[in-house]
């Protein structure tokens, strides 16, 4: 049996950003229970060299579109990071699945195989289709997915094993 490309990405994806929605609003609702600011939240961090919880969206959602893009051989649509609220960053979640659910299995029927480069700090990252999507994009969004939530858990968010894995 072969890896679906389609099948494991943005399938995947809408399904984790819809996930990252449904922590938002519990935070959203945490805040208004213990009449906070939002940037109670949107600014926490679980360590001072980690990235705050707005960041973590962010990149989330970075991580989504910029996987299909590739994949698919098309320019990843650019999204200024310049959120500063839970209503903005619920746009940008819907605006990311918007972006990921366009594409159709048939988009991808030239992916395999395909040479993706990720150029960094440090250095260029050279792989294929498939070994990008299996050792950088998931685990990359499942990273900062599960960092969200963490963060949420962190500052007294009530969240279970239920509210990450969504609906199964």
Known sequence: MSLSIYAHSPLQFVRGLQILSGLLLKGEQFLLEKQLAESVLLEARLAPDMFPLLRQVQIVSDTAKGAVARLTGQEIPPMPDDETSFAQLYQ???????????FQPTDFAEAEGRKIVLTSK????D????????TFAIPNFYFHLTTAYNILRNQGVELGKMDYLGAV
């Open 92 to 102: 940008r979640i819907d605006k990311t699945i918007a972006y990921v659910q366009r």
């Open 127 to 134: 792989f294929t289709a498939e070994s990008f999507l299996l």
């Open 122 to 125: 440090m250095r260029d990252l």
